[in-house]
DNA sequence: GTCATAATGATCTACAGAAGATCAAATATA
DNA sequence: TATATTTGATCTTCTGTAGATCATTATGAC
């Protein structure tokens, strides 16, 4: 499994999924999805984004999960 | 930018793209896209597929590339 | 060298899911 | 309470991968 730290990144930050979507320009629908782990797939724009945004590695936004 | 090393770490095990494809299942075309870096997006299966094979954490095989 | 096989690049259609927008419900704020 | 903001849900549109196929190139056997 594929796991996404969206939340917690954003939650640390204590950011709303409405600020991200303002801030970045991408899509609220997009980042719901992230931050609620229901998307299964995603564009490289919005992965560069989001990384650039929260300031962190694409390693620390996704994680192979052992599951 | 999004930097995507399956080349070099192909390169490094020396694999061919029908190897990946043969052993991952994953189709051929979407290995030729990462492999050349012409893909825009990608699953996560994919993504966790390709990872799982190679033994590579998701940060080896995506990066975050300043440009 | 020739021939056969494998690998690759290019291209096509079909399909899945994100993009983008909108609406209603829930939450926060005055 | 009333208003504004945020969020979840849903819809249509559109993009690009999935999957298949064909032509070309590379590899290896004879």
Not at 17 to 29: F, M, P
């Amino acid at each position: 499994m594929i796991k996404c730290h969206l939340s917690k990144l954003m939650g640390e930050k204590k950011l709303k999924i409405s600020d991200v979507a303002k801030d970045t320009g991408i899509n609220r629908g997009t980042i719901t999805r992230l931050y609620h782990e229901t998307a299964v797939r995603v564009e490289f724009d919005v992965l560069e984004q989001l990384c650039v945004y929260l300031g962190c590695e694409i390693g620390e936004l996704l994680e192979l999960d052992v599951d």
